[in-house]
C-alpha cells in the first residue's frame, strides 16, 4: 500500500511566513513615506530658494535704478519705509522706492482684516498680501498723513504684482528689515548702500518659534510640541543694494 509523504506547511511556519512578509511590506511602506517627506521637504526648500532669489533679484534692480531715500524714523513723514504695527506687534511694512513700492504683512497676520493693523486690499478685495509689488511713481503707499488715510492704509489690486507665490507650500515672509548705516552714503557720486534682510518659511505657525527679534524665524525643535521637522523650513536672505547706480 503506497502513502503520499508529500509533507504540507505546519501552521507554526505558516504564521512565520506570514510574519516576515508583514514586517517586509511595513518596513516597504516606512522607507515610502520617508522617501515621500524627503521629496516634499525637498521641494518647499527648492521653492523657497527659488522666491529668495526673485525678489532678491527684484530689490537689487528696483533700488539700483532709483535715487537714494531715506528709511530713517519709519511711518513718519519723509521716510520710504513703513513698519506696520498692532500695539507692540510688527505685522509687516511697506518700502516705496519711487517707481514701485513693496508691500507685504509677515505671515502670522496675513489673514488680519483690520486695516489699521496689516496691509490690507482696497474694499471688496478678498484676497490677502503676502508680498506685493506695486506701481507707484509718488511713493504713495509711504505716505504717513491722516487726512491720506485710505491712500496710506488701503492697497489698490490695480497693478499690484505677487512676488511670493505661497503655492501648496503656504509660504509667507517671515521677517523684512532694511537698514543703512551712515557710512554707506557716497557723497560724491550720491549713492547709498541698503542692507535689507528678509527670512521666507513655511506658515504653519505652531512649528515656528522667534529668535532673539521677535521675528517667526526658526522652526522648532523636534522634541517641542506642535514642531513639524518634515516640513518645516525657514530660509534667511541677506542683500546689499546700491541706490543711484545709473539714476541721472
Given at each position: 500500500m503506497n502513502h503520499d509523504k508529500t509533507k504540507g506547511f505546519t501552521l507554526i511556519e505558516l504564521m512565520l511566513a506570514m510574519s516576515f512578509i508583514a514586517v517586509l511590506l511595513l518596513a516597504i511602506a516606512l522607507t515610502i513615506i520617508q522617501i515621500s517627506a524627503i521629496y516634499n521637504r525637498g521641494l518647499t526648500i527648492k521653492d523657497i530658494n527659488q522666491a529668495g532669489i526673485t525678489i532678491t533679484q527684484d530689490l537689487q534692480g528696483s533700488i539700483s535704478n532709483t535715487s537714494p531715500f531715506s528709511i530713517a524714523n519709519p511711518g513718519q513723514a519723509g521716510s520710504h519705509y513703513i513698519i506696520n504695527k498692532d500695539g507692540g506687534k510688527i505685522t509687516g511694512g511697506r518700502l516705496c522706492l519711487g517707481n514701485y513700492s513693496y508691500i507685504w504683512n509677515y505671515g502670522k497676520y496675513v489673514t488680519l482684516t483690520d486695516p489699521s493693523e496689516?496691509?490690507?486690499?482696497?474694499l471688496g478685495t478678498s484676497k490677502e498680501i503676502n508680498l506685493v509689488k506695486i506701481v507707484d511713481p509718488g511713493s504713495n503707499y509711504c505716505l504717513f498723513d491722516n487726512s491720506k488715510y485710505p491712500t496710506y492704509y488701503y492697497i489698490s489690486p490695480t497693478n499690484a504684482v505677487d512676488l511670493l507665490d505661497i503655492g501648496d507650500h503656504n509660504l509667507a515672509?517671515?521677517?523684512?528689515?532694511?537698514?543703512?548705516?551712515?557710512?554707506?552714503?557716497?557723497?560724491?557720486?550720491?549713492?547709498?548702500?541698503?542692507?535689507?534682510?528678509f527670512a521666507i518659511g513655511t506658515n504653519n505657525q505652531t512649528a515656528l518659534q522667534a529668535d532673539t527679534n521677535g521675528n517667526m524665524t526658526e522652526c522648532s525643535a523636534p522634541n517641542v510640541v506642535g514642531s513639524d521637522p518634515t516640513y518645516c523650513v525657514v530660509d534667511t536672505f541677506d542683500i546689499v543694494a546700491r541706490a543711484g547706480n545709473g539714476v541721472e
Open positions: 496689516v496691509n490690507t486690499y482696497t515672509v517671515q521677517s523684512f528689515i532694511v537698514s543703512s548705516p551712515s557710512s554707506s552714503i557716497d557723497l560724491a557720486t550720491d549713492q547709498e548702500l541698503y542692507d535689507i534682510e
